[in-house]
């Protein structure tokens, strides 16, 4: 079975700072994947990161970086010059390598001040 | 283009009604998804059909029914609709991993039920 804990409901940056997101998980699994996806007031569900549990690299993908401290089952999103399109719920997801079961975390309310 | 796609994207119906989500992917995935979130946007898995087989069913009641005609498609029945259904219904899809594809789940925009 698969946990994914948001600790922050709310998080708010000024524009152009930096912000981080955090996550921890708890997994039974070998290989795994741990995402994560932004949803703005459109609802729709949009990939923003994604981690192979295997890799020790930590994915990056232009303004967005996550530290992955697999020992510690922790999983953060590191936004840098945040926009305000940024503005967003963030969910953490952990998923099994055959992608057949994700699990969310509760979200972060992530509010971009101008 | 659209990679996922539902209808309706809003259903408003009465309690005890039974209605239809449907759910259309064209990005020839072989697995697909229906979530369920809730007013405080907790976002819980309820099915998962992978070649028409059901692999995930949660603590799902049983008025709650996914149909499969084929691989692109993946419809939600609900019978005798209940207050406590009302939620934004997503579906999603996903590539068998090793397949050279990105494996990701990919969502479609939702439909939100209201159930009066």
């Known amino acids: 079975a698969q946990t994914v804990t948001q600790s922050q409901p709310e998080m708010s940056v000024q524009e152009a700072e930096t912000v981080t997101l955090s996550c921890t998980y708890d997994?039974?699994?070998?290989?795994?994947?741990l995402f994560w996806y932004k949803q703005p007031p459109s609802r729709q569900m949009i990939l923003v990161i994604r981690?192979?549990?295997?890799?020790?690299q930590n994915a990056t993908e232009n303004r967005f970086s996550v530290n992955f401290q697999k020992a510690a089952k922790s999983f953060s999103l590191k936004i840098s010059d945040s926009q305000l399109g940024d503005t967003a719920m963030y969910f953490c997801?952990?998923?099994?390598?055959?992608?057949?079961?994700?699990?969310f975390g509760a979200g972060t309310r992530l509010t971009v001040k101008p | 283009d659209t990679a996922v796609s539902q209808t309706p994207k809003y259903l408003v119906t009465q309690m005890g009604n039974d209605k239809s989500i449907k759910c259309e992917q064209n990005?020839?995935?072989?697995?697909m998804y229906w979530y369920k979130q809730d007013s405080k946007k907790f976002l819980k898995i309820m099915f998962s059909?992978?070649?028409?087989?059901?692999?995930i069913n949660e603590t799902v009641p049983n008025r709650f029914s996914p149909k499969s005609p084929d691989k692109a498609h993946l419809n939600l029945h609900i019978n005798s609709l209940e207050l406590g259904d009302s939620a934004v219904y997503f579906c999603?899809?996903?590539?068998?991993?090793?397949?050279?594809?990105?494996?990701?789940?990919?969502f479609g925009p939702g439909t939100r039920l209201l159930v009066l």
């Open positions: 999603a899809s996903s590539p068998i991993p090793g397949q050279g594809r990105r494996e990701t789940q990919y």
């Open positions: 997994t039974s699994e070998n290989n795994y994947y």
């Open positions: 990005l020839g995935h072989d697995t």
């Open positions: 997801a952990s998923s099994t390598y055959n992608n057949n079961d994700m699990r």
């Open positions: 981690q192979e549990a295997y890799k020790q």
């Open positions: 059909y992978n070649n028409k087989e059901l692999i």
